[in-house]
């Protein structure tokens, strides 16, 4: 309370009083001879108690009252009082809060780690399509070991999918026989073997969903994949049909085929774009190049379709050019 005393005496004019008295007290100036009591008085104000008291007489009328009153100082004293049990309270606190983030952390990694992969849409076209229905087959690797137990029907030298995609089915095979239609079976197998094993085994399949379908923009953008590369390289020049332009006529729009109108039936050249699987945005399709309607070239295209249009990942030609890494085991 001596705070609070000292602030009411302040702030009701008690130094104005104070200075006062000091200079017209009887007593005071019986003792004083010379000089004379007031100037003496003022000296004394000037250089002892505006030098000692001045500075906080001035915070004490700036400042508002609150901060001085009893409840103020009570407040200052319990903050003072409990400041260090404050302090280890907010230090567990922070403790507990950065435990609850970890623990939510740990919790979605883990829940990311255990999620089921993405669903996988079958296309309509697909060879195993049919396999929706029966409650054998509802995964990737079950549709992958359904491969490998279909190779042997038609190429020998290759014991699963993952030794056909890494092999050469040109010169580590053994084709059934020499018909064209064969040969066009076993490139069949090779391009959906490597979209398989472009996802994970234990994703789920189903059937399509209505945004599942072979675009024009798609088209357009492995016509124009083919055009760069015979025009950099002869070698595909013999390989690729690259013509601009065409007529497109799609079925279900899962089957598209893309011909140059040359008054010929079947036309000379044509190419047969064939969903494969989607799964997300990701599509995998299947072309095949044909010359008056007979199959020549099959190679697979990984694509991506987006608000303006969409683009080509990836294309797994055989033999030929890249092939991204697998992640079968």
């Known amino acids: ?46 250089q002892v108690w505006n030098k000692s008291f001045g500075a906080t007489r001035l915070a004490i009328l700036k400042t508002p009252p609150y901060e001085f009153s009893p409840k103020g100082l009570a407040d200052c004293k319990m903050s003072s009082s409990f400041s260090r049990s404050q302090f280890l309270r907010r230090q567990l606190r922070i403790k507990t809060d950065l435990l609850a983030i970890l623990l939510m952390a740990c919790a979605a990694l883990a829940s990311q780690a255990f999620a089921e992969p993405p669903t996988v849409r079958l296309g309509t076209y697909f060879l195993y399509h049919f396999q929706l229905h029966n409650s054998a087959f509802h995964t990737i690797g079950d549709l992958v070991r359904l491969q490998n137990e279909d190779i042997p029907d038609f190429i020998t030298g290759f014991e699963d999918c993952p030794a056909m995609v890494h092999g050469s089915i040109e010169r580590g095979g053994t084709p059934r026989d020499s018909q064209r239609e064969t040969w066009t079976v076993i490139q069949s197998l090779d391009a959906e073997c490597w979209a398989m094993l472009q996802l994970d085994p234990a994703a789920r399949v189903t059937g399509t969903e209505p945004g599942d379908r072979i675009s024009p923009a798609m088209i357009r953008a492995v016509m124009d994949l083919a055009a760069s590369l015979t025009a950099s390289d002869p070698e595909w020049r013999k390989v690729l049909l690259d013509f601009p332009g065409g007529e497109i006529f799609c079925k279900m729009q899962q089957r598209c085929i893309l011909s140059l109108p040359d008054g010929k039936n079947p036309p000379e050249q044509s190419l047969l774009f064939r969903l494969m699987m989607a799964t997300g945005q990701t599509q995998f399709v299947e072309v095949t190049q044909m010359i008056h309607g007979r199959s020549q070239f099959v190679y697979a295209v990984r694509w991506h379709p987006t608000a303006k249009g969409g683009y080509v990942q990836d294309v797994f030609y055989r033999g030929l050019l890249r092939q991204p890494p697998l992640i079968w085991p």
């Open 1 to 46: 309370m001596r705070q609070t005393s000292f602030e009411h005496f302040i702030r009701f004019g008690g130094s104005k009083s104070f200075a006062l008295n000091l200079g017209h007290t009887k007593k005071r100036q019986e003792k004083q001879e010379n000089p004379a009591p007031e100037a003496t008085a003022r000296n004394w104000i000037d």
